[in-house]
T-cell receptor, first 111, second 114 residues
Framework: KAGVTQTPRYLIKTRGQQVTLSCSPI?????VSWYQQTPGQGLQFLFE???????NKGNFPGRFSGRQFSNSRSEMNVSTLELGDSALYLC??????????FGPGTRLTVL | AQSVTQLGSHVSVSEGALVLLRCNYS??????LFWYVQYPNQGLQLLLK??????LVKGINGFEAEFKKSETSFHLTKPSAHMSDAAEYFC????????????FGTGTRLKVLA
C-alpha cells in the first residue's frame, strides 16, 4: 500500500498570505490528523477529521482550519500567516483507534 | 484525561551501550501505547506498539518496550546502541474508546557517541 503523501513538501510564504496544505491518507484510512512541529513547541496536535467531520481539535487559533473530502483526502488552511507559523506540518492517517501513519511533512517557511 | 510524560529531553549513550528512553502515561481507560522515531526533516515512523496481550513488545531496529500497568510506564530499550539510532523518539497514547485522541510526549533526542 502506498503511504501517506503530503504536498507540497516545501513552501515559502510571506506574512499575511494564506496557505493550503494537502494530505492523501493510506487507502482505507478514514481518520486524518494534522500536527504542527516546531523546535520550541515540539509536536502539537491541530485537528483530526473522520468521515468528513472534525472529531478532535487542538488549541490553535481560528486561522488554522481544515477539511476532509469524501475520499478521505484532507486539506489544512492557514490564513493571515505569521512568522511563528513557520513549522513542519505533519499529517497522519489511521484506522479508528489504531496506529497513526505519518507522511513526510510539509516544511512551511514564513518570511 | 490522558497524558504522556517523557523523562529527559536529551539522552546521550555510547555506541554499544544500553539505550533506555522513559515514558509514563496516564489513562482512565485501557490504553494503546506507541513509540515513534523521527529522523531529521522526516515524518514519524512507528517503532512498536502495545494494544493488548503480551506486555513485552518487540519493534523494528532491535527496540523493545514493556508495558507495566502498575507503574504506568512504557519504557523503550535497546541492548546495544548504533550510530544510526541517533534521532528523536516520541511516546504516544490513545484511548481504546471515546474520542480516540492521540496524545504525544514531548520527545527525547537520542545522541550516540562514538
Amino acid at each position: 500500500k502506498a503511504g501517506v503523501t503530503q504536498t507540497p513538501r516545501y513552501l515559502i510564504k510571506t506574512r499575511g498570505q494564506q496557505v493550503t496544505l494537502s494530505c492523501s491518507p493510506i487507502s482505507g484510512h478514514r481518520s486524518v490528523s494534522w500536527y504542527q512541529q516546531t523546535p520550541g513547541q515540539g509536536l502539537q496536535f491541530l485537528f483530526e477529521y473522520f468521515s468528513e467531520t472534525q472529531r478532535n481539535k487542538g488549541n490553535f487559533p481560528g486561522r488554522f482550519s481544515g477539511r476532509q473530502f469524501s475520499n478521505s483526502r484532507s486539506e489544512m488552511n492557514v490564513s493571515t500567516l505569521e512568522l511563528g507559523d513557520s513549522a513542519l506540518y505533519l499529517c497522519a492517517s489511521s484506522l479508528v483507534g489504531d496506529t497513526q501513519y505519518f507522511g513526510p511533512g510539509t516544511r512551511l517557511t514564513v518570511l | 484525561a490522558q497524558s504522556v510524560t517523557q523523562l529527559g529531553s536529551h539522552v546521550s549513550v555510547s555506541e554499544g551501550a544500553l539505550v533506555l528512553l522513559r515514558c509514563n502515561y496516564s489513562s482512565s481507560v485501557p490504553p494503546y501505547l506507541f513509540w515513534y522515531v523521527q529522523y531529521p526533516n522526516q515524518g514519524l515512523q512507528l517503532l512498536l506498539k502495545y494494544t493488548t496481550g503480551a506486555t513485552l513488545v518487540k519493534g523494528i531496529n532491535g527496540f523493545e518496550a514493556e508495558f507495566k500497568k502498575s507503574e504506568t510506564s512504557f519504557h523503550l530499550t535497546k541492548p546495544s546502541a548504533h550510530m544510526s539510532d541517533a534521532a528523536e523518539y516520541f511516546c504516544a497514547v490513545t484511548s481504546t474508546s471515546g474520542t480516540y485522541k492521540y496524545i504525544f510526549g514531548t520527545g527525547t533526542r537520542l545522541k550516540v557517541l562514538a
